[in-house]
């Protein structure tokens, strides 16, 4: 009885040790014309998740970019599914309070130096969690995304965010 309760703080105090550490994620987004790459960092559990992209390539303008449901890219772009929605809502802005998880909103794209920049936090995205978005995809689109204001159902599902232009697969990364 002795050796179990021991075993059992032993094992308690190393589950604490683990959910306190940082983790950290990447997506490579790499297509014929798009390059970049899109980090994540979560302190611990319970904390929002930092997500870092620099993207190049992309037309002028706005273009949504959204986390999707899988990792797939066997056929492409296409083969990453919806938006990652693990609890069932409708599209909204990053900070809208119904939304996909993977609502990320638009990247702008820097008409001096060509490249698009996002720096967000957000308390939806999690890389510890049972709905965590590690083996999802990062995927950026060709318009702008609406935030589900568009008055359409096609804006209710994607934010009218147009086709896929570039997308990566979201792993664990060696940089905490």
Do not use: W
Not at 14 to 32: G, K, P, T
Not at 38 to 58: C, K, M, W
Not at 65 to 88: A, E, K, R, V
């Amino acid at each position: 009885m002795r050796f179990s309760a021991i075993a059992f703080a032993v094992a308690s105090a190393a589950v604490s040790l683990v959910s306190a550490q940082s983790i950290s994620a990447v997506a490579y987004l790499n297509s014929s014309s798009v390059n970049g790459l899109v980090y994540f960092y979560q302190e611990h559990f319970d904390s929002p998740t930092r997500i870092i992209a620099n993207i190049t390539g992309l037309t002028a303008g706005e273009h949504g970019i959204h986390i999707h449901q899988f990792g797939d890219l066997s056929n492409g772009c296409t083969s990453t599914g919806s938006h990652y929605n693990p609890f069932n809502m409708t599209h909204g802005g990053p900070d809208a309070s119904e939304r996909h998880v993977g609502d990320l909103g638009n990247i702008v794209v820097d008409n001096t130096t060509g490249l698009a920049l996002l720096n967000i936090t957000s308390d939806y995205v999690k890389l510890k969690h049972h709905t965590s978005v590690i083996g999802r995809a990062v995927v950026v689109h060709s318009d702008r995304d609406d935030y589900g204001l568009g008055g359409s159902p096609l804006s209710n599902t994607t934010g009218n965010a147009g086709s896929r232009v570039a997308c990566g697969v979201i792993g664990y990364s060696s940089t905490a």
